[in-house]
C-alpha cells in the first residue's frame, strides 16, 4: 500500500506525540510521586463508634510518624486542626459521616474524596515548617466554602524557626 510521504510524517509525528504523553505521565509519577487514591476500607457511615473515627486526631506511631482520624461532616472537619513537628511523615484517614467530600491540602500532594462508608487515605512528608490549609473541594451544600482546615508543621530547631517566623510575617 502506497503512503503518501506527508501522510506518513503525520502518523510519526502522531506517533511520537503519543510517546511524549505516556513518558510525561511516567515522569510525573515518578517525580512526582503520585498516589492513586483507592479505598482502604469501609465503615458504616451512620455509626462509626467502634472503629478508629469514633476518637478522630492525630497520634504519633513513632518518633517523625504520625497519623490522624478525620471525619467529614457538613459543614465542618474533626478535629479541624493538626500538628506535627517538621520533618514527619503524616497519614491522614478520613471518612464522611453524611454526604460526599473532598479533602485538599495546599501546597502538598494530599487530594482525595471523602466518600460516606468508605476510608480514604493520604500521605506526605513535611519538610518545611509552616500552616497547611486544608480545603473541602466537593460541594456539599450551603457551608461547603467554610469547610476547612489546617496542618500546623512545628519548627524543630532554632534556624527553621527564625525562617518560619519570617514567613508568617512577610
Ligand atoms: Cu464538604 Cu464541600
Redesign the pocket.
Known sequence: MHIHRYERAWLYASLALVGIFFLAIFVAAVAGSIQLPSPQGEVNPNDLSGTDFAKPGVRELSPGNYEAYLV?Q??TWTPNEIRIPEGSNLKIYLTSGDVQ??FKVLGTIMNVMVIPGQVSLVEHEFDRPGEYLWV??????LN?QN?SGKIIVEPVNETTAALAGEEEQS
Open positions: 467529614g457538613a459543614w467530600h473532598g473541602c473541594h466537593e460541594f456539599c451544600g461547603h469547610m
